[in-house]
């Protein structure tokens, strides 16, 4: 999906003062067998915040002005949406923290804008899912290559429900995500693995803090540095590392915040938060990606045409 600068001047429209929501009550962590606070159970997102907020807006909206915001953003890819998932849960709404809208991921810096440097403007200087061109595979997005889970360190969320299941033991915490995904593995006893063995999905070390799961992940491939996320790509690079933060702040909210360091593309770490919502089916079901999929050859394939197409007027 493509968001334009249309999409700003449309959420000016909905912007307002709007006061921070506060949560007094002591909420009680449940255990697993192994006294661990227990995080057990599928955890689902469907929000159209951006990863980056608007310049100009604030980063919480009032409830009435932030379902005015969210359709603003649906708006822009109306008529190029043909996804039937991203409707039939409803109207768009925004992430939800602990009570407040918010109108991007990121949190920090404070004007919720990735911190590129001058090489990460360059690579993430178009929308995500247009990716940089149709001369081969490797120029499509990874989600549209079926290689891309959205689950990966960090994990993001987008404007239909994506589902993740978690088990924990006392050694591993393993993320399995409904969408393209391989099963994810937080390795809670300090297994490293050799500093040549990198992936897409990095390698991911556990420890608790108190009521908190706190990942670190690196031994990223520079493959494929792009991640999918509403407007730009996120780019995460071998130098990457991403730390997360898995706290339950209710029966139905489990709380995600995530802060990346990475010198190859930003000129300082940045942070992100949003909240996934327990859903109480237990439902995970197989995402075939590939299966019956013709999206990439037959793009590829239209290119041809219209570069023959272009060549034949020429030649005429």
């Not at 997360?244 to 990475?262: A, G, H, K, M, P």
């Not at 990606?289 to 041809?304: D, I």
């Amino acid at each position: 999906m493509k968001i334009s600068f249309i999409t700003l001047v449309l959420c000016t429209c909905f912007v307002g003062s709007g006061g921070f929501a506060q949560s007094g009550d002591t909420y009680e962590m449940p255990r697993t067998e192994h006294g661990q606070p227990d995080l057990q159970g599928v955890w689902g997102t469907r929000f159209s915040t951006m990863l980056e907020r608007p310049e100009g807006m604030p980063a919480v909206l009032p409830p009435q002005q932030a379902a005015g915001f969210a359709q603003a953003i649906a708006q822009v890819g109306e008529g190029t949406n043909t996804d039937p998932d991203i409707e039939r849960f409803g109207a768009p709404v925004l992430a939800v923290v602990n009570g407040e809208h918010r109108t991007s991921v990121v949190v920090y810096p404070e004007n919720g804008q990735l911190p590129y440097n001058e090489l990460g403007v360059q690579r993430s200087s178009h929308g995500y899912f247009e990716g940089i061109g149709y001369d081969g595979p490797e120029q499509r997005p990874g989600t549209e290559r079926c290689i891309e889970a959205w689950g990966s360190p960090p994990m993001r969320a987008f404007m239909y429900q994506l589902y993740h299941g978690i088990v924990q033991t006392p050694d591993m915490i393993a993320i399995v995500s409904e969408e393209v995904s391989a099963l994810r593995v937080i390795y809670m006893n300090g297994e490293s693995r050799p500093d040549a063995l990198r992936s897409m999905e990095g390698h991911s070390i556990g420890h608790w803090e108190g009521d908190t799961l706190v990942v670190e992940t690196t031994h990223y491939s520079d493959v494929n540095p792009e991640r999918a996320t509403i407007g730009r790509p996120m780019l995460i690079s071998s130098a990457a590392r991403v730390t997360e933060r898995f706290t339950r702040l209710s029966d139905t909210e489990l709380n995600y915040q995530f802060r990346v360091d990475d010198p190859t593309y930003y000129t300082e770490p940045w942070e992100g938060e949003f909240s996934f919502t327990r859903d109480d089916s237990g439902h995970i079901y197989e995402y075939a990606c590939h299966e019956g999929n013709y999206s990439m050859t037959g793009a590829l394939r239209g290119a041809r045409y219209q570069e023959a197409q272009a060549n034949q007027e020429v030649d005429d």
